[in-house]
């Protein structure tokens, strides 16, 4: 009998040591709140409407968490507009920050998963905003991988990644940048998933390309908005 209390109680002991690793508490809802967020450019306009965060700018802009991450686990919805202008969105991460080349403000650099309602289909790429740009699916002439990037566990582009984006619907990504290992999905679809050892550290953001109405005339069609955005270290 006591041999059996002493194992049941070393058990429980056990049990009690093992770290949560991601439990909800360790969870940021980056969209519960403006103060999360710092915008380091000389452009953009982002506000919060009823837990959606609505986006619009000029230019091609990113706006930045404040607080820096490594390894995390980082999920987000984003729904794009119905709109004939170009527009293109993406969640920037693990970014560092550089002088903007209009002499104004900062501009951001780093990882990208690539939110493109275009006839390309390429939701759920990776794009190395200001560096090597398109790293999966490979460009003709806008692809430069280096020695970091070390391996692409999922180059074939197919069709279940080119449609696993919904146009018009809200998309959610998740996002796994877990040292040099890199995952991202699109409504539940594994788009990328790639060993790269450029960065271990940096920012999260969320992007808005530009839109030449809203600088031609004002016109705020071209809004994008994004949703339940939250980062989890692991």
């Known amino acids: 009998m006591l041999k059996t209390i002493i194992a049941i109680a070393a058990a429980a002991l056990l049990l009690g040591c093992c770290p ?110 200001g560096r090597r740009k398109w790293l999966n699916p490979l460009h003709e002439t806008r692809s430069h991988p280096d020695a970091d990037f070390a391996e692409n566990k999922s180059p074939e582009w197919n069709e279940n990644k080119r449609e696993a984006y919904r146009h018009l619907e809200w998309n959610k990504y998740r996002i796994e940048a877990i040292h040099n290992e890199i995952k991202i999905f699109v409504n539940g679809v594994l788009t990328t998933h790639v060993i790269d050892l450029k960065d271990s550290q940096g920012y999260v953001g969320i992007q808005h390309h530009g839109s030449k109405s809203y600088t031609g005339s004002g016109k705020r069609t071209n809004v994008i908005k994004f949703r339940n955005i939250q980062i989890t270290p692991v």
């Open 20 to 129: 949560n690793t991601h439990s909800s508490k360790d969870t940021t809802v980056l969209s519960s709140s403006l103060t999360h967020w710092n915008n380091v450019y000389a452009d953009g306009e982002f506000e919060l409407v009823n837990g959606e965060m609505h986006l619009i700018s000029h230019g091609n802009w990113f706006l930045l968490s404040k607080q820096q991450y490594s390894n995390f686990i980082f999920e987000a919805e984003v729904l794009m507009p119905d709109v004939e202008e170009y527009s293109n969105s993406g969640f920037i991460f693990r970014a560092q920050t550089r002088p903007h080349k209009s002499g104004k403000g900062l501009e951001a650099y780093g990882y990208q998963a690539e939110v493109d309602p275009s006839p390309r289909k390429w939701s759920g790429g990776l794009y190395d905003q």
